[in-house]
């Protein structure tokens, strides 16, 4: 591989796991679960999956000021990984909703990854926003790996879970922007640090696959 490819590669990297700190704030506090695991301090999960292989993701999120929670799954490409069910039904739509002061909101999804990337790997995002209730202002725009998924060349053959039998667990969140209140509306969801960056990822990605 191209020196320079590495170099581009290994400082995305580092941007990318230096993000992660950011996932708590004077603001809100989140756990991080893989399949239903909870992922302590940095930790990214790492599996080996087949095409078409669900696996779950989700966090458990407390604020501690009455605000709007923005959350959606993102990926660097397109079609890489699909949501079956969860809190959000695309990848790279964000969901919004008010949280009250010192709740606590669990958003969760199940995904499979498509055959796009098969025989390479790939990270699957978390990107959120949470704006104040009253001013509309931002008070944290982040976003973090969740997992860094290595995709196998089989097809999975087991049951696949059905937007019917979760739905009780999980309900999605309105797909809109924070919408206005009596007195002010919060600013529409912007992307994070991880979306920046995810088509540098990407280029990198498809060139250590040549």
Known sequence: MNVNYLLIGLSIGLILISHVATASSPYGKMDVYYNDKLLPGKEVAKPVLKIGEPFNVGINLTVYQKCYVSVMLSEIGDNDFEIITGSTSKMKDYGTEILDENSTKMYEWTVRPTGNWAG??????????????????????????????????????????????????????????????????????????????SALVLVFLRLSRQ
């Open 120 to 197: 390479g790997s790939i990270p699957i995002n978390l990107v959120y926003q949470i704006n104040d209730f009253e001013t509309g202002d931002i008070l944290v725009n982040s976003g973090f790996t969740v997992a860094y998924c290595t995709i196998s060349n089989e097809h999975y053959k087991g049951e696949t879970p059905t937007s019917e039998q979760t739905e009780t667990e999980s309900q999605p969140i309105s797909g809109q922007p924070a919408s206005e209140n009596s007195s002010s509306s919060a600013s529409a969801p912007a992307f994070s640090l991880v979306t920046a960056i």
